[in-house]
């Protein structure tokens, strides 16, 4: 079987971690940390492109979603302080690539994949309901009360949104 993602894609990645390092203020620890896990993506596909395919393959093709990834880090990193949101997404890449070579092993078991693709899930969307609240108040310029219930919202809505994701994945894993 062929890699998820091709090699040629190589190059989008590392344009879009540097447009993520241009545009965003994010600080330098995360910056390297991006960086160092966007070439260990890289190198990841370009090992997986001249290895024999193994039989068992992982229930999902997280390693094609990495490009999208990236495009949620330049969200975050847009942001006036990405703070948190940055670090939390750089777990995104490991994780990811661990998902995708414990999906590969005969020995590992549905448990441990499905954690790791829950982990994914729950980053991906904590992030992205944080991006789109922040991206309401400082639109519709909010401050004080109006701040605070309109996170409340997105929060509630979000914990909901998530649960039912966790909740989804756990069903399937038992599939």
Do not use: C
């Not at 701040?147 to 914990?159: K, N």
């Amino acid at each position: 079987m062929k890699s998820p993602l091709p090699v040629w894609s190589i190059p989008f990645l590392l344009a879009l971690a540097g447009i993520a390092a241009l545009v965003g203020q994010l600080s330098t620890p995360v910056l390297i940390v991006v960086g160092i896990e966007t070439l260990l993506v890289s190198a990841y596909l370009l090992f997986r492109s001249h290895s024999e395919p193994t039989k068992r393959q992982p229930s999902s093709n997280l390693l094609s979603l990495f490009p999208g990834h990236l495009l949620v880090l330049i969200i975050v990193a847009m942001l006036d302080r990405p703070g948190i949101l940055a670090w939390l997404w750089t777990i995104l890449a490991p994780a990811t690539l661990a998902y995708d070579a414990v999906g590969r092993s005969e020995r590992l078991s549905s448990l441990v994949r499905m954690s790791i693709s829950m982990i994914l899930y729950g980053i991906l969307w904590t992030d992205l309901f944080f991006v789109l609240e922040r991206a309401v108040v400082l639109h519709r310029h909010l401050s004080g009360d109006q701040e605070i219930m309109i996170a409340a919202g997105f929060s509630v809505v979000g914990v909901f949104f998530i649960a039912l994701g966790v909740y989804r994945h756990w069903i399937a894993a038992k599939e």
